[in-house]
T-cell receptor, first 111, second 117 residues
Framework: GENVEQHPSTLSVQEGDSAVIKCTYSDSASNYFPWYKQELGKGPQLIIDIRSNVGEKKDQRIAVTLNKTAKHFSLHITETQPEDSAVYFCAASKGFQKLVFGTGTRLLVSP | GAVVSQHPSRVICKSGTSVKIECRSLDFQATTMFWYRQFPKKSLMLMATSNEGSKATYEQGVEKDKFLINHASLTLSTLTVTSAHPEDSSFYIC?????????????FGEGSWLTVV
């Protein structure tokens, strides 16, 4: 089955810096790669997703890149703000099948 | 984005009793819903996949007789924790799949904190 690895487990940056979180997946048939932000005590919130037919997607300060050959995808957050502090999860799935999650990255943005 | 609502957000129950958690897709129909369990500082663990009108598919190691899942309509799935014990205390989260113009997308509810005393 699919296996998703995520790095780093924790990431501390200064406000205004960029943050990059990387994930790798094992199943080449996976075609949907969402990223979720989870704040303490809340459910995961979809922040951006990418499908296997594109290599990059951007939404304001957030971007995701996908390298199908290497089977890895990354989340890029520019101009980080303290409110970006949260746990971020990557995930992978095939069609309507279940999501397989990475282990999460705790991002701390210091003012 | 699409809205998935869970109720209750927090529940405390006595050991041995059963508790039901509801998951509703508020502005779309979801043929597939998923139930997860999350321990503190851990990733989400899939418990089961719930398809409208059919039996749920449980992940290995999840007791189907303990965690009863019903998906009676395209907008509602329920998780019932039967004969709850303190070790069942956890954060339970549901998600629902909807089809957008770009393809299927999965949204999560706000989660339900269960404490068994």
């Amino acid at each position: 089955g699919e296996n998703v690895e995520q790095h780093p487990s924790t990431l501390s940056v200064q406000e205004g810096d960029s943050a990059v979180i990387k994930c790798t997946y094992s199943d080449s048939a996976s075609n949907y790669f969402p990223w979720y932000k989870q704040e303490l005590g809340k459910g995961p919130q979809l922040i951006i997703d990418i499908r296997s037919n594109v290599g990059e997607k951007k939404d304001q300060r957030i971007a995701v890149t996908l390298n199908k050959t290497a089977k890895h995808f990354s989340l890029h957050i520019t101009e980080t703000q303290p409110e970006d502090s949260a746990v971020y999860f990557c995930a992978a799935s095939k069609g309507f099948q279940k999501l397989v999650f990475g282990t999460g990255t705790r991002l701390l943005v210091s003012p | 984005g699409a809205v998935v609502s869970q109720h209750p957000s927090r529940v405390i129950c006595k050991s041995g009793t059963s508790v039901k958690i509801e998951c509703r897709s508020l502005d779309f129909q979801a043929t597939t819903m998923f139930w997860y369990r999350q321990f503190p500082k851990k990733s989400l663990m899939l418990m089961a996949t719930s398809n409208e009108g059919s039996k749920a598919t449980y992940e290995q190691g999840v007791e189907k007789d303990k965690f009863l899942i019903n998906h009676a309509s395209l907008t509602l799935s329920t998780l019932t924790v039967t004969s709850a014990h303190p070790e069942d205390s956890s954060f339970y989260i549901c998600s629902a799949t909807t089809l957008r113009d770009t393809g299927n997308t999965i949204y999560f509810g706000e989660g339900s904190w269960l404490t068994v005393v």
